[in-house]
């Protein structure tokens, strides 16, 4: 639901901005598309004319996500997901602002395929889009892109989505050209060799299964690599998709040796573990794949601590061609827009994460790192803002998914926790009924 941006006093609400440290009760005033105020009091003291009021009753007013790593299927794949699917199931879940990939068809990789990829997301989307564009041409990794015409294209990071750039020669020039630019880039961690015809976490548990396993050292290797290269160039990096305990000994290690470098983890690695496959479960044939338990609580410990970043969907829609198969046959992948918060609350009720955390992951850090707007409820701000019940019950039911493709991992999962109210550049773009 699209309605006018007349202004809206969200009141008596839980106000929650990692920005700014807060967390206390309080009124958001949006007038104009910008948030006027965020405070105590804002509705005793008088609202103007024609105010829609909100009586939010205690439930959480927060900075809108922002999801740092999904696939939209536009251009080449729109059958997967659109423009203004993905955009509708961004809403419902919560997130504002969704970084597509550049693995499309034509990758994202010149200025005129980002203009698209801008041009369209305006015309059919209801949340903020922007287009992260290819590390290397056609995603080959071989060449560089020309960072400088797409960064003012609009391209807001590089990346070749879930390749892997194995010519370290052409990774250190990449870091070295976009630290000219102070642009991020964007690398997913995983070689390709070691991977082989790998299609879970190797372990005991692919042994019973009776599947080829893809062990953490292909992971590790990758960015211990990378670490050295941001050590000789002094770019900017993050990783992509850390999956694994190995990966964060790597970032600390770094961190503490004051070189520029961020993660993301995906919303899956926090809240399953390899175990949830079950008895070949394609839904959950991820990739990375999904680790052990030691890997996840691994991973919700550097989300507490601040050594992981960012907590991303990795929405990647597959159809039932792709995904209704025998699991090593299956494509890896899942959808993630409706489901990332949701899933994100069962860290804040089983005590691992507070929400200021998980709100710093999901919309903070990401504004911080991309240099977008967003990420705050400070007073001049864009009004991308979201109202959440986070005790409210629910049960997944796929078919009520506004994604095109229903590949999800939480298949008629119960949750505690939804957005009841998605508000972008002021206006209201969603809200649950």
Request: net charge negative.
């Amino acid at each position: 639901m699209l309605t006018n941006r007349r202004p809206i006093l969200l009141a008596n609400a839980r106000l929650i901005d990692p920005s700014q440290s807060l967390d206390t009760t309080g009124d958001v005033l949006i007038v104009d598309g910008v948030i006027r105020d965020a405070k105590r009091g804002i509705g005793t003291a008088g609202v103007p004319e024609g105010t829609e009021v909100i009586n939010c009753a205690g439930k959480v007013v927060a900075p809108g996500l922002i999801d740092m790593r999904a696939f939209v299927g536009e251009p080449g794949a729109s059958h997967r997901e659109s423009f203004a699917s993905a955009s509708h199931a961004a809403a419902a879940g919560g997130i504002t602002t969704i970084i597509c990939q550049p693995d499309t068809s034509p990758a994202i990789d010149n200025s005129a395929t980002v203009d698209f990829v801008l041009r369209r997301a305006r015309d059919t989307a209801i949340v903020n889009i922007h287009p992260m564009a290819a590390l290397t041409k056609g995603l080959e990794g071989k060449e560089m892109t020309e960072f400088g015409l797409l960064r003012a294209a609009g391209a807001v990071a590089f990346t070749d989505g879930d390749k892997s750039v194995t010519n370290a020669q052409v990774m250190r020039r990449a870091l070295t050209y976009a630290r000219d630019f102070d642009a991020l880039i964007v690398h997913y961690t995983e070689d390709p060799a070691l991977v082989g015809e790998g299609v879970m976490n190797e372990g005991e548990r692919a042994s019973r299964l009776g599947l080829t396993g893809i062990p953490t050292a292909a992971e590790a290797i990758m960015l211990e690599r990378d670490m050295r290269l941001v050590a000789l160039t002094g770019g900017r990096y993050h990783a992509a998709s850390v999956s694994c305990a190995e990966s964060i000994e790597i970032l600390k290690r770094a961190r503490d040796a004051g070189l520029r470098v961020s993660a993301s983890a995906s919303i899956n690695h926090l809240t399953l573990n390899e175990n949830d496959i079950g008895p070949y479960r394609s839904y959950l044939k991820l990739s990375p794949p999904l680790r052990t338990e030691d890997d996840r609580r691994a991973l919700v410990d550097a989300v507490a601590s601040g050594l992981i970043d960012v907590i991303m969907s990795d929405h990647n829609p597959q159809d039932v061609e792709t995904k209704r198969l025998p699991f090593a046959e299956a494509e890896p992948g899942a959808i993630g827009l409706e489901t990332m918060l949701s899933a994100g609350l069962r860290l804040l009720h089983n005590g691992e994460l507070s929400l200021t955390q998980l709100i710093s992951a999901m919309s903070t850090r990401p504004a911080e790192l991309l240099g977008l707007p967003g990420g705050t409820l400070r007073a001049g701000s864009v009004a991308d803002v979201i109202v959440i019940d986070a005790d409210v019950p629910w049960v997944l039911d796929p078919a009520d998914l506004k994604s095109q493709c229903k590949n999800t991992p939480f298949d008629e999962a119960r949750f505690t926790g939804r957005v009841i109210r998605t508000i972008v550049g002021g206006r209201t773009v969603y809200e649950h009924v």
